[in-house]
């Protein structure tokens, strides 16, 4: 195969897709707007699915690196009532399938794996056309252009190639997270420490909730959640550490101050993030010569499917690629009549997920789908 492919976004599903191409020997370029791997950091932990995530993960050749990522005991889980109280408290027996691991280690062994030059950094894509035949042209915040035969969008929620095929956008869920941090947390912040526990915690009520997990040490990473308009947000000043702050511990009065500490006590400024998704069942005709994968093809509200469908997207068109490295239509077709369905899928039970999570029997309903779930075979 001559086709030289073209991704654009170095997240997970973007780097995985080029790794695949590589065990195959097809060629791929990555564009990335970030400046260089360290210019972010890269999101706290993620939990690698032995159904999706840990499947691309084989095809990449990297499942021994990824093992030795592994934290060992954060698939612990706890849930917690408002007041502090333990409603179900579950270990980690090391049997569990979803192993957790640092994104931002996850994304260092992707990128080691691939030659050298295969990311460009500092590419920022301004504009997307196409130019006949199955060609598309791209143009960088730089002014520089390329123009290729096979360009795949694994630039997220935003992404810059989607219109090329969809004029679906995202649209806000109704809710949004705010990030917090606790650093030291079983020296500075023992009873916050002792209630989240080894893995991670839940603390939900209809409409908001509290979610931390133990990261790497003893590093508490929360998500503090609230079922709000974009409008309530946009009177807060996050720009105003303590004022965001207090305003949104206000939402939690009467909490356990073990629970609230995570807002309260946060080591980094408030991080406000919205919740966006694009419509259950985005599909779109096929286009020739371009394609979409991850967040770019189906976002939706975190469900802890996100980061392992943009993998095992990119495993698999990369896969799909290799299979009929002649003929690039058919396998953008094969790929994407898979990629359809497994979208929808996820974000249907996504959707069914946030009502356990944030519904009017919340945290009870989540408690009682967890418990039916461990019992099934």
């Given at each position: 195969m001559t086709t030289h492919v073209t991704i654009i976004g170095a997240g997970l599903g973007g780097l995985t897709l080029a790794?695949?191409?590589?065990?195959?020997?097809?060629?791929?370029?990555?564009?990335e707007a970030e400046a260089s791997p360290t210019a972010r950091a890269q999101g706290g932990m993620v939990d690698i699915h032995d159904y999706n995530g840990q499947l691309a993960l084989q095809a990449a050749g990297l499942i021994d690196e990824f093992r030795s990522l592994i934290l060992e005991g954060r698939q612990a889980i706890r849930f917690l009532d408002r007041d502090g109280t333990v409603l179900l408290d579950k270990a980690d027996d090391g049997t569990g399938g979803r192993p957790e691991v640092l994104r931002g280690e996850l994304r260092r062994i992707l990128l080691g794996s691939l030659p050298a030059g295969t990311v460009r950094w500092g590419h920022k894509v301004s504009d997307v056309h196409a130019v006949g035949e199955g060609r598309h042209e791209v143009t960088f915040a730089d002014g520089t252009t390329l123009v290729t035969s096979l360009l795949v969008g694994a630039d997220g929620a935003w992404s810059r190639v989607r219109p090329m095929l969809s004029d679906a956008t995202p649209e806000y869920v109704g809710r949004s997270f705010i990030e917090t941090y606790l650093f030291d947390s079983d020296t500075r912040h023992p009873a916050t420490a002792k209630a989240v526990g080894g893995g991670s915690l839940f603390a939900l009520a209809p409409g908001k909730g509290i979610q931390a997990h133990r990261e790497s040490g003893d590093t508490l990473h929360a998500y503090v959640a609230l079922t709000e308009p974009q409008d309530w947000f946009a009177a807060i000043d996050f720009t105003d550490?303590?004022?965001?702050?207090?305003?949104?511990?206000?939402?939690?009065d009467g909490w356990a101050p073990e629970l609230t500490a995570l807002i309260t006590d946060s080591d980094t400024a408030p991080v406000l993030r919205p919740l966006h998704g694009l419509p259950i069942g985005h599909r779109w005709d096929r286009v020739p010569g371009v394609t979409l994968l991850g967040d770019a093809a189906h976002l939706s509200a975190p469900n802890g499917e996100g980061a392992n469908l943009a993998m095992y997207d990119g495993a698999e068109l990369g896969k799909a690629i290799a299979a009929h490295p002649d003929d690039v239509e058919v396998a953008l077709t094969e790929y994407e009549q898979a990629m359809f369905p497994r979208g929808t899928e996820a974000a249907t039970e996504g959707t069914q997920l946030n009502e356990f999570l944030f519904g009017d029997n919340a945290p009870h309903s989540l408690i009682t789908a967890f418990i039916e779930n461990e019992q099934t075979p």
């Open positions: 790794r695949v191409l590589h065990v195959h020997g097809i060629p791929a370029t990555v564009y550490a303590a004022e965001a702050t207090a305003r949104i511990a206000k939402e939690f």
